[in-house]
């Protein structure tokens, strides 16, 4: 069910969503890469004025929800995301959506796109006509595993080897870019959809997106990815990065604080897990056996890794069910196909693949 709207009512750190549950606030992490410092401060946020959990969402980024007084986003919340570095641009600080390939840099892939992620924000916040982009218009840099690109951003780049590919609305566009022309190539895309999108927000919202790359016809979608890595990973340095996933993308307040304390690099993935790096094998090996028993998931077969779901009530007004609660009682361990459970039609985080549920007031059904 594609939104189109005139305003964007997309949450930001600055900008509140007024949802059931009380005000929302939505923090970007370009590329998921956040700090130890910066987890302990949401996590301090949280707990003190929302709801005390931290929420994943599938751009890799977090949300605190729960905030009963709205006016202490602007006199106390928002101050403190600025001062941990959260919040580099108010003016952008919505539309700073970039999602990277989570293990880049550390584990394979063809190249590492980690500067790429700095390079692009930066530019992203130094265009004053992209501060009118949607909030949910996103930035993919893939580093030619194949495991982002096939996400669905609106604009991207996987590395094939020696060349760029061009990846747009989720398909190969079939333009090939040199190194140094990737950041530039992204916000001319982005600036030229800003001329052109009438009253879309997102590219594959356009009656035909590609205008945009004149000449040009979209090859097949990249095959998505939808489960996180997880468990003990060993670095290509030698080192050991852990990958948890987050059951529902729900983390507590208080599991946010035992990571924050390993104080090593995290990296928040599109689907909803934490990976932990740079560990020496010692401390990884403990913080695995603290970790596990706070009900983070190691195990790649845990059938935790296909479910999602919205929100839901009593948190969104639209919601016909508790599909966090539903999605919870509806494990299986042999079932092979992801299900992502959602209140409404708007089936807010979808992923690319898998089975839409939605409930119906009585049961759920197929979307």
């Known amino acids: 069910m594609e939104r189109t709207r005139d305003t964007d009512a997309c949450p930001g750190a600055l900008q509140v969503h007024h949802a059931a549950d009380g005000a929302l606030v939505r923090v970007r992490l370009p590329g998921g890469m956040i700090t130890a410092a910066q987890l302990a401060t949401l996590s301090g946020v949280s707990s003190g004025f929302g709801s005390g959990t931290l929420e994943l969402t599938s751009r890799?980024?977090?949300?605190?929800?729960?905030?009963?007084?709205?006016?202490?986003?602007?006199?106390?919340?928002?101050p403190r995301l600025i001062d941990a570095g959260l919040v580099p641009s108010a003016s952008h600080e919505r539309v700073r959506n970039i999602v990277a390939?989570?293990?880049?840099?550390?584990?394979?892939?063809?190249?590492?796109?980690?500067?790429?992620?700095?390079?692009?924000?930066?530019?992203?916040?130094?265009?004053?006509?992209?501060?009118?982009?949607?909030?949910?218009?996103?930035?993919?840099?893939?580093?030619?595993?194949?495991?982002?690109a096939g996400l669905g951003a609106?604009?991207?780049?996987?590395?094939?080897?020696?060349e760029i590919a061009l990846v747009m609305a989720g398909s190969d566009t079939g333009i090939r870019l040199a190194v140094h022309e990737v950041v530039t190539t992204l916000i001319d895309l982005a600036c030229r959809f800003i001329e052109i999108r009438g009253t879309a927000w997102r590219i594959k919202e356009l009656a035909d997106p590609t205008v945009l790359v004149p000449g040009r016809e979209l090859g097949a979608q990249c095959a998505p990815v939808?489960?996180?890595?997880?468990?003990?990973?060993?670095?290509?340095?030698?080192?050991?990065?852990?990958?948890?996933?987050v059951p529902l993308g729900v983390l507590p307040a208080r599991v946010a604080e035992y990571i924050a304390a390993i104080d090593a690099p995290m990296v928040v993935t599109p689907w909803r897990s934490v990976l932990v790096c740079d560990l020496e094998e010692p401390v990884a090996d403990a913080a695995l056996r603290v970790l596990a028993p706070l009900g983070l998931v190691f195990d790649e077969n845990s059938p935790w890794l296909r479910v999602s779901a919205c929100t839901g009530s009593p948190g969104c007004k639209y919601?016909?069910?508790?599909?966090?609660?539903?999605?919870?009682?509806?494990?299986?361990?042999?079932?092979?196909?992801?299900?992502?459970?959602v209140?409404?039609?708007?089936?807010?985080?979808?992923?690319?693949?898998?089975?839409?549920?939605?409930?119906?007031?009585?049961?759920?059904?197929?979307l």
């Open 343 to 366: 209140g409404c039609e708007r089936a807010c985080g979808r992923p690319p693949a898998g089975e839409v549920l939605v409930a119906t007031g009585d049961g759920y059904r197929p």
């Open 319 to 341: 919601s016909a069910a508790d599909v966090r609660a539903d999605a919870a009682q509806s494990l299986d361990a042999g079932e092979a196909v992801h299900r992502h459970f």
């Open 60 to 78: 890799g980024n977090v949300q605190l929800r729960g905030i009963s007084d709205v006016r202490a986003v602007a006199e106390a919340i928002a």
């Open 154 to 162: 609106d604009v991207g780049v996987q590395a094939l080897g020696e």
């Open 226 to 245: 939808i489960t996180p890595p997880v468990g003990w990973i060993p670095q290509d340095d030698g080192r050991i990065a852990l990958g948890a996933a």
């Open 101 to 148: 390939s989570p293990l880049s840099g550390r584990v394979g892939g063809n190249m590492d796109v980690r500067p790429w992620v700095g390079e692009l924000d930066a530019a992203i916040c130094g265009a004053p006509q992209l501060a009118e982009l949607g909030g949910r218009f996103w930035f993919s840099l893939d580093d030619g595993r194949a495991d982002v």
